[in-house]
């Protein structure tokens, strides 16, 4: 298992897929060939990705020397200039700093959060959303968790738990913005997804289910828009590939592919649910120019579930 | 538009997408570089491959000699071996070459037909479906058709217009069939999609059109499984590019980025009506060594999708 | 090390590369997902991909029961139209069969022989040539071997060994033939390279080593023209793959990236070599309709190395 | 054909081609699936991608409002660290926009030069090289122009014209550097290639442009190593494809696949002479800590040529 002080002197075997390409992710040619993630991973918005890898390169010269001669930072970004002052390029060393210093384990906060703070999905509030599966032992008790930076989908397009929830509530939509000289009608959004395993897969095996994030993506209803940047990456921390070892050889273990099936299953499950609960977490926000984007009335919500026999259990903003 | 009786002189604009690559679709090499599509699509069953390319490389020389010298077909497959002597390779020159000069305009029949005859969706019989959109005038007015040979899917994945049917339909599996070496649970399938189309767009437009194929299997509730072949091909007929032509430049139409946008919609709502078209238009069938599939119940169909708050209109046996 | 009797249980980690996509080479998106190869390479034209494919499923059913469910063979081709009757597609069960049985270790023959019989380099008689390197001990003294189906090349691209050989030898040019409706001046050539090794690589590896292939045939003069089918592909014998094995994982070993460096090196020189030994080792043929396609004369060409100060050292038939 | 002026107002069809990916080049996502360039592109060095990244965006907000929406930049890089302070990353707001007020028409500076100004190439100093052919008007007439920034290649592996320099050319290696950590002897390299031409072809035949770079870079001896970034991208000015214009459709003009073919060879040959330019050029440097990097003796390089068999004509220092 891959020790998690060891991410600045030890890679993981990564991949990445494009499922539509009006966005950013760099480091990818690099993951591609190399098979490797040698970075934490950044999301920002469309704006700042120069600035944090700037930020990236700057923190790694300054507390990892060791790996200080590397510099293809993983940055991946969604536009949120709905809400944000996005040409303001507002993010740089301080608060890319701030948040790798306070990266740590356990639960991870969800909605109006980091790169998620201003970003939309279905023209409701939305962000940063996560979901797990474990496998049954007898599929190897593999976990997979998903981290999805979401901002994308029409309001028409919205499906919970296959219920076609937008064409039921229509209204509440963000307010009218003249700023924005490109179209605001929720076709142009974009999605990040990060799927992460500890089953032990090959960057071959990680490339299909990287691949599998947009049938996930698929569920909520998005038909992946002509200006979405759909990027997914995924990586496996069974295997620690030494950054600067000396060995020839490495050992490392793969799943046969039959048994990488599962893990396609969950992460189609947890991007699903993962984008549900970006949305479900996400507040009402005013954001630049007195723009609102509101919250899902969760409320409303159960009604229209359960008029399809689909009720709500309880009330949880955190749908999964 | 594109006149039929050319397709033996004349290709149009290609392009494919390997969602899962466990099968076969000859000739995708060049349609990748070359952007063409310069011979009829045959779908077969994976035993056949071979003897079908070889038919249509007969089948050419004998009937239009201008396009002789080319060999590189398309064929791609799907696996029948639960109901169909698979071994046999029983598709030779005469089966091709009836299939090509029986090939019309029209309503396409669907089901048991062609290389559909012994496929399963979801443990139900399945076969040949398909459906089409067009777009309204301030769109385009273009037109998107979708053919699939569907074999793919575990019954509890199946889900129609998201409900999630086959959690409740669980019996009227296929009979037990101790014949096959590999796993029969419905893991192992494929589906191959056609997407064609009148509205001008280049290839790499119709490279992310066929990805969105995925995003219309998604719906359905496949996953993609490890040992399924989800293979996709896009063409369009509204630039005609001639084999042997003379022509040193070529004018071509595309559509704006922008305009593509619904072309994709329209692609994923197509091929996950086609997909269940393929299903409700199966027909319970007994194959090779008395094994039978079932053909999805309608009444049972009809009662579930009511009590998901999505009753159906009628009693078709295509549902869409 | 991979034994060789049991290359119809067990795959071997492969990968394949398209420097050109005017040609076929079947089985591809398999090994693009699944990562291994699990069949014999089949070398063959143009016209009898089919034909071949065919045979190997009746071949596998027939001696190979265990793995007669799988369909996916790998056959490649080049064009030996010039010499060839390739309309008739010649090659059925029997060649193929009596080619696999006949397998054996040990020197390959080169020249005029199997699927390389009919074809032509820069315009002189080619067909199949061989190379292979050994690297030093403190690089891993792994083997890499190439072997090539080659057919391409105009006669004043042609280079050995850095001296422009085919600007100095313009002569014996096939005789003319009218037969062929296509261009018949050298450019519309393909060229097939495999590469083996017994490096521990994984597929990845493998698809950058099949990359390298394209630099090997680059030194040749080759800029691998629209109409040619530059298909590669490269597995590796360190690590065996069962076939239908109940492993849940496998334990694998691979180089570190730094340590394939030397492969990448060696696939390059190895493939250049080839080549010219697929040149040297041809043999003037007369094919169809008494057109000819002479071999490269020797003695000609020791006096144009010897000009450009790369004096030839003695005088095989097979350069390298 | 492109008005110079409107870069910021209208894209041109593009597409990138990645030879080994341990590199960066940011942008791809999009221009692999919008298919257009529509940006500067960006050559630094490897410590300053993100900086240079940020500085497009502040330049295009303060310069080019109407196309300040966008933020997926054109950068890429190769490292410079042997000769520069790259942990600096010096290269900010000032510099970019300087670079980017001051381009213009005309002949391009070559060697120590801009993002090529500490670069090295087969251990000699290098930097930033051009070259382009004009193909006669039977072909088109078609320009086809290469600018590159190149920095690799072990001393061994430098082929002029086929003429083994490296072999006879062994002393003047850059003096000994111990501030490295990595490896300093050629391997780690890398390239960029930018091809330019105002030939009418899709983003499809630019790919395939794009990867024949890589066949001009193996002419020079490189066998693209392990540790290189040699990442390819390639445009045409023929079709002009406005941001945000308001058509439906797109009159486009494209060759005809035969006669893409002569802009293959016009790549390979532009490329390896870009590179060898790059190399001539370049003018001895002394860099941080006292590190120096000789540039290649001319009168030494003459009288090997001449060895060969290729006397030089004159004494230029740029051989091409």
Redesign the interface.
């Known amino acids: 298992m891959f020790p998690r002080k060891d991410i600045w002197s030890n890679g993981v075997f990564a991949a990445t897929h494009?499922?539509?390409?009006?966005?950013?992710?760099?480091?990818?040619?690099?993951?591609?060939?190399?098979?490797t993630l040698n970075y934490p991973i950044m999301l920002t918005n469309?704006?700042?990705?120069?600035?944090?890898?700037?930020?990236?390169?700057?923190y790694t010269?300054a507390k990892h020397p060791?790996h200080?001669?590397d510099?293809?930072?993983v940055?991946a970004?969604t536009f949120d200039?709905a809400l944000n002052d996005?040409?303001g390029?507002h993010v740089h060393y301080p608060e890319v700093a701030a948040a790798l210093d306070s990266a740590h384990d356990g639960p991870v906060e969800e909605g109006n959060v980091g790169g998620g703070t201003g970003m939309l999905c279905f023209r409701f509030k939305c962000g940063i959303g996560t979901s797990s599966r474990q496998l049954p032992a007898n599929e190897?008790g593999y976990k997979i968790g998903v981290l999805v930076q979401a901002n994308f989908g029409s309001r028409e397009q919205l499906?919970i738990?296959?219920?076609?929830v937008g064409r039921e509530l229509t209204d509440q939509l963000p307010t009218a913005s003249n700023r924005?000289?490109?179209?605001d009608d929720g076709?142009e959004g974009s999605i990040i997804v990060v799927v992460a395993t500890d089953a032990?897969v090959?960057?071959?095996q990680l490339e299909?289910i990287a691949?599998?994030a947009?049938?996930?993506?698929?569920?909520t209803g998005?038909?992946?828009?002509?200006?979405s940047?759909d990027?997914f990456i995924a990586f496996s921390t069974a295997n620690v590939?030494p950054l600067?070892?000396s060995?020839?050889?490495?050992?490392?273990?793969?799943?046969?592919?039959?048994?990488?099936?599962p893990i396609?299953?969950a992460?189609?499950e947890a991007t699903e649910e993962a984008i549900l609960n970006a949305l479900t977490m996400g507040k009402t926000m005013e954001g630049i120019s007195g723009h609102v984007a509101y919250q899902l009335p969760y409320d409303r919500l159960a009604t229209i579930m359960a008029?399809?026999?689909?009720p709500l259990a309880s009330e949880p903003r955190r749908l999964f």
């Open positions: 494009a499922l539509n390409g009006d966005g950013e992710m760099t480091g990818t040619h690099w993951i591609r060939d190399l098979e469309t704006g700042s990705v120069g600035g944090v890898m700037d930020a990236v390169a700057q010269t060791e200080q001669w510099y293809l930072p940055v970004e200039g996005i040409l390029r190897g499906t738990d296959g219920v076609p924005l000289p490109i179209a076709k032990p090959s960057s071959v299909r691949r599998r947009g049938l996930g993506l698929a569920r998005s038909t992946s828009g002509n200006s940047g990027l590939i600067r070892g060995e020839k050889e490495l050992n490392i273990r793969f799943l046969t592919t039959d048994h990488v099936e396609f299953r992460t189609v008029k399809y026999g689909r």
